[in-house]
Structure formats: C-alpha cells, structure tokens
C-alpha cells in the first residue's frame, strides 16, 4: 500500500510515476494539509499527530509506505515521526526543464524515480 500525502493525487500522475507506484500495490490518496505560514511548533506538533493519526488509520494492518512532499517543518517532522513508527517514507524525484514562450516562462516536471527519505 502506498498512502499519497501530497498535493498531487494520484489521478493526475504520469504513467511512469503509477508504474513505479505499482511495486507499493494499492495507493490512497490523502491531500496534504494547507499548513500555515503564522504556526508554531506546537502547531506544527499538532497537525503532525493529526496525520500520523489518519495515515495510521488508512494503513490498518498494512505494512506501507508513505509519499510525503509538501510544506518543509511539517515533512520533516511527519516523516521522522513515520520512520519511527516503522514506516517506509518515500519522495518523488522530477527533472525541471524551463522553456521560454512568448515571454512566459513554462516549466515541465518530469518523474524520474521514488527516493527513500533517509537519515545519516
């Protein structure tokens, strides 16, 4: 099982990014919270034992891994909090091309592959 806490559902992924998603089996998405700019730590702690909570509950009794991408405190507290737990925390990798069109800057994001958040 893969849960998908991000601002991109799965829906909307690349073929590529749902076949490397297939080793995982079955995704449930779940939208990342809008996490605000004026919290605090004990804000941050808060909302982080709230999707701890409901990544727990949509894992169940499934060993899963986790896609976190998002807003940076947050992350980092979610996905160290989720590796102790005994999680599989995972982000995707894209590759930026930038092109210029009358005037307007246009960027495409390109997945690549699914990175293991690790610690060193």
């Known amino acids: 099982m893969l849960i998908n806490l ?3 559902l799965s829906g909307k992924w690349s073929p ?3 076949q490397a998603a297939a080793q995982f089996g079955k995704i449930v998405d779940l939208p990342f ?3 605000s700019p004026d ?3 004990a804000y941050i702690q808060a909302l982080s034992n ?3 909570s409901k990544i727990e509950q949509a894992a169940g009794n499934n060993r899963a891994a986790v896609h976190v991408m998002g ?3 947050f992350t980092f507290v979610i996905v160290s909090a989720l ?3 005994g999680f599989t925390c995972i982000a995707s990798t894209t590759e930026r091309t930038v092109r210029e069109e009358n005037g307007e800057k246009i960027t ?3 997945f690549k592959q699914f990175r293991k958040y690790i610690s060193i």
């Open 6 to 8: 991000s601002n991109h």
């Open 16 to 18: 590529e990014q749902l």
């Open 33 to 35: 919270p809008n996490v």
């Open 39 to 41: 919290g605090d730590d």
């Open 50 to 52: 709230e999707y701890i």
């Open 71 to 73: 807003e940076m405190t």
């Open 83 to 85: 590796i102790r737990k």
């Open 108 to 110: 495409k994001f390109e």
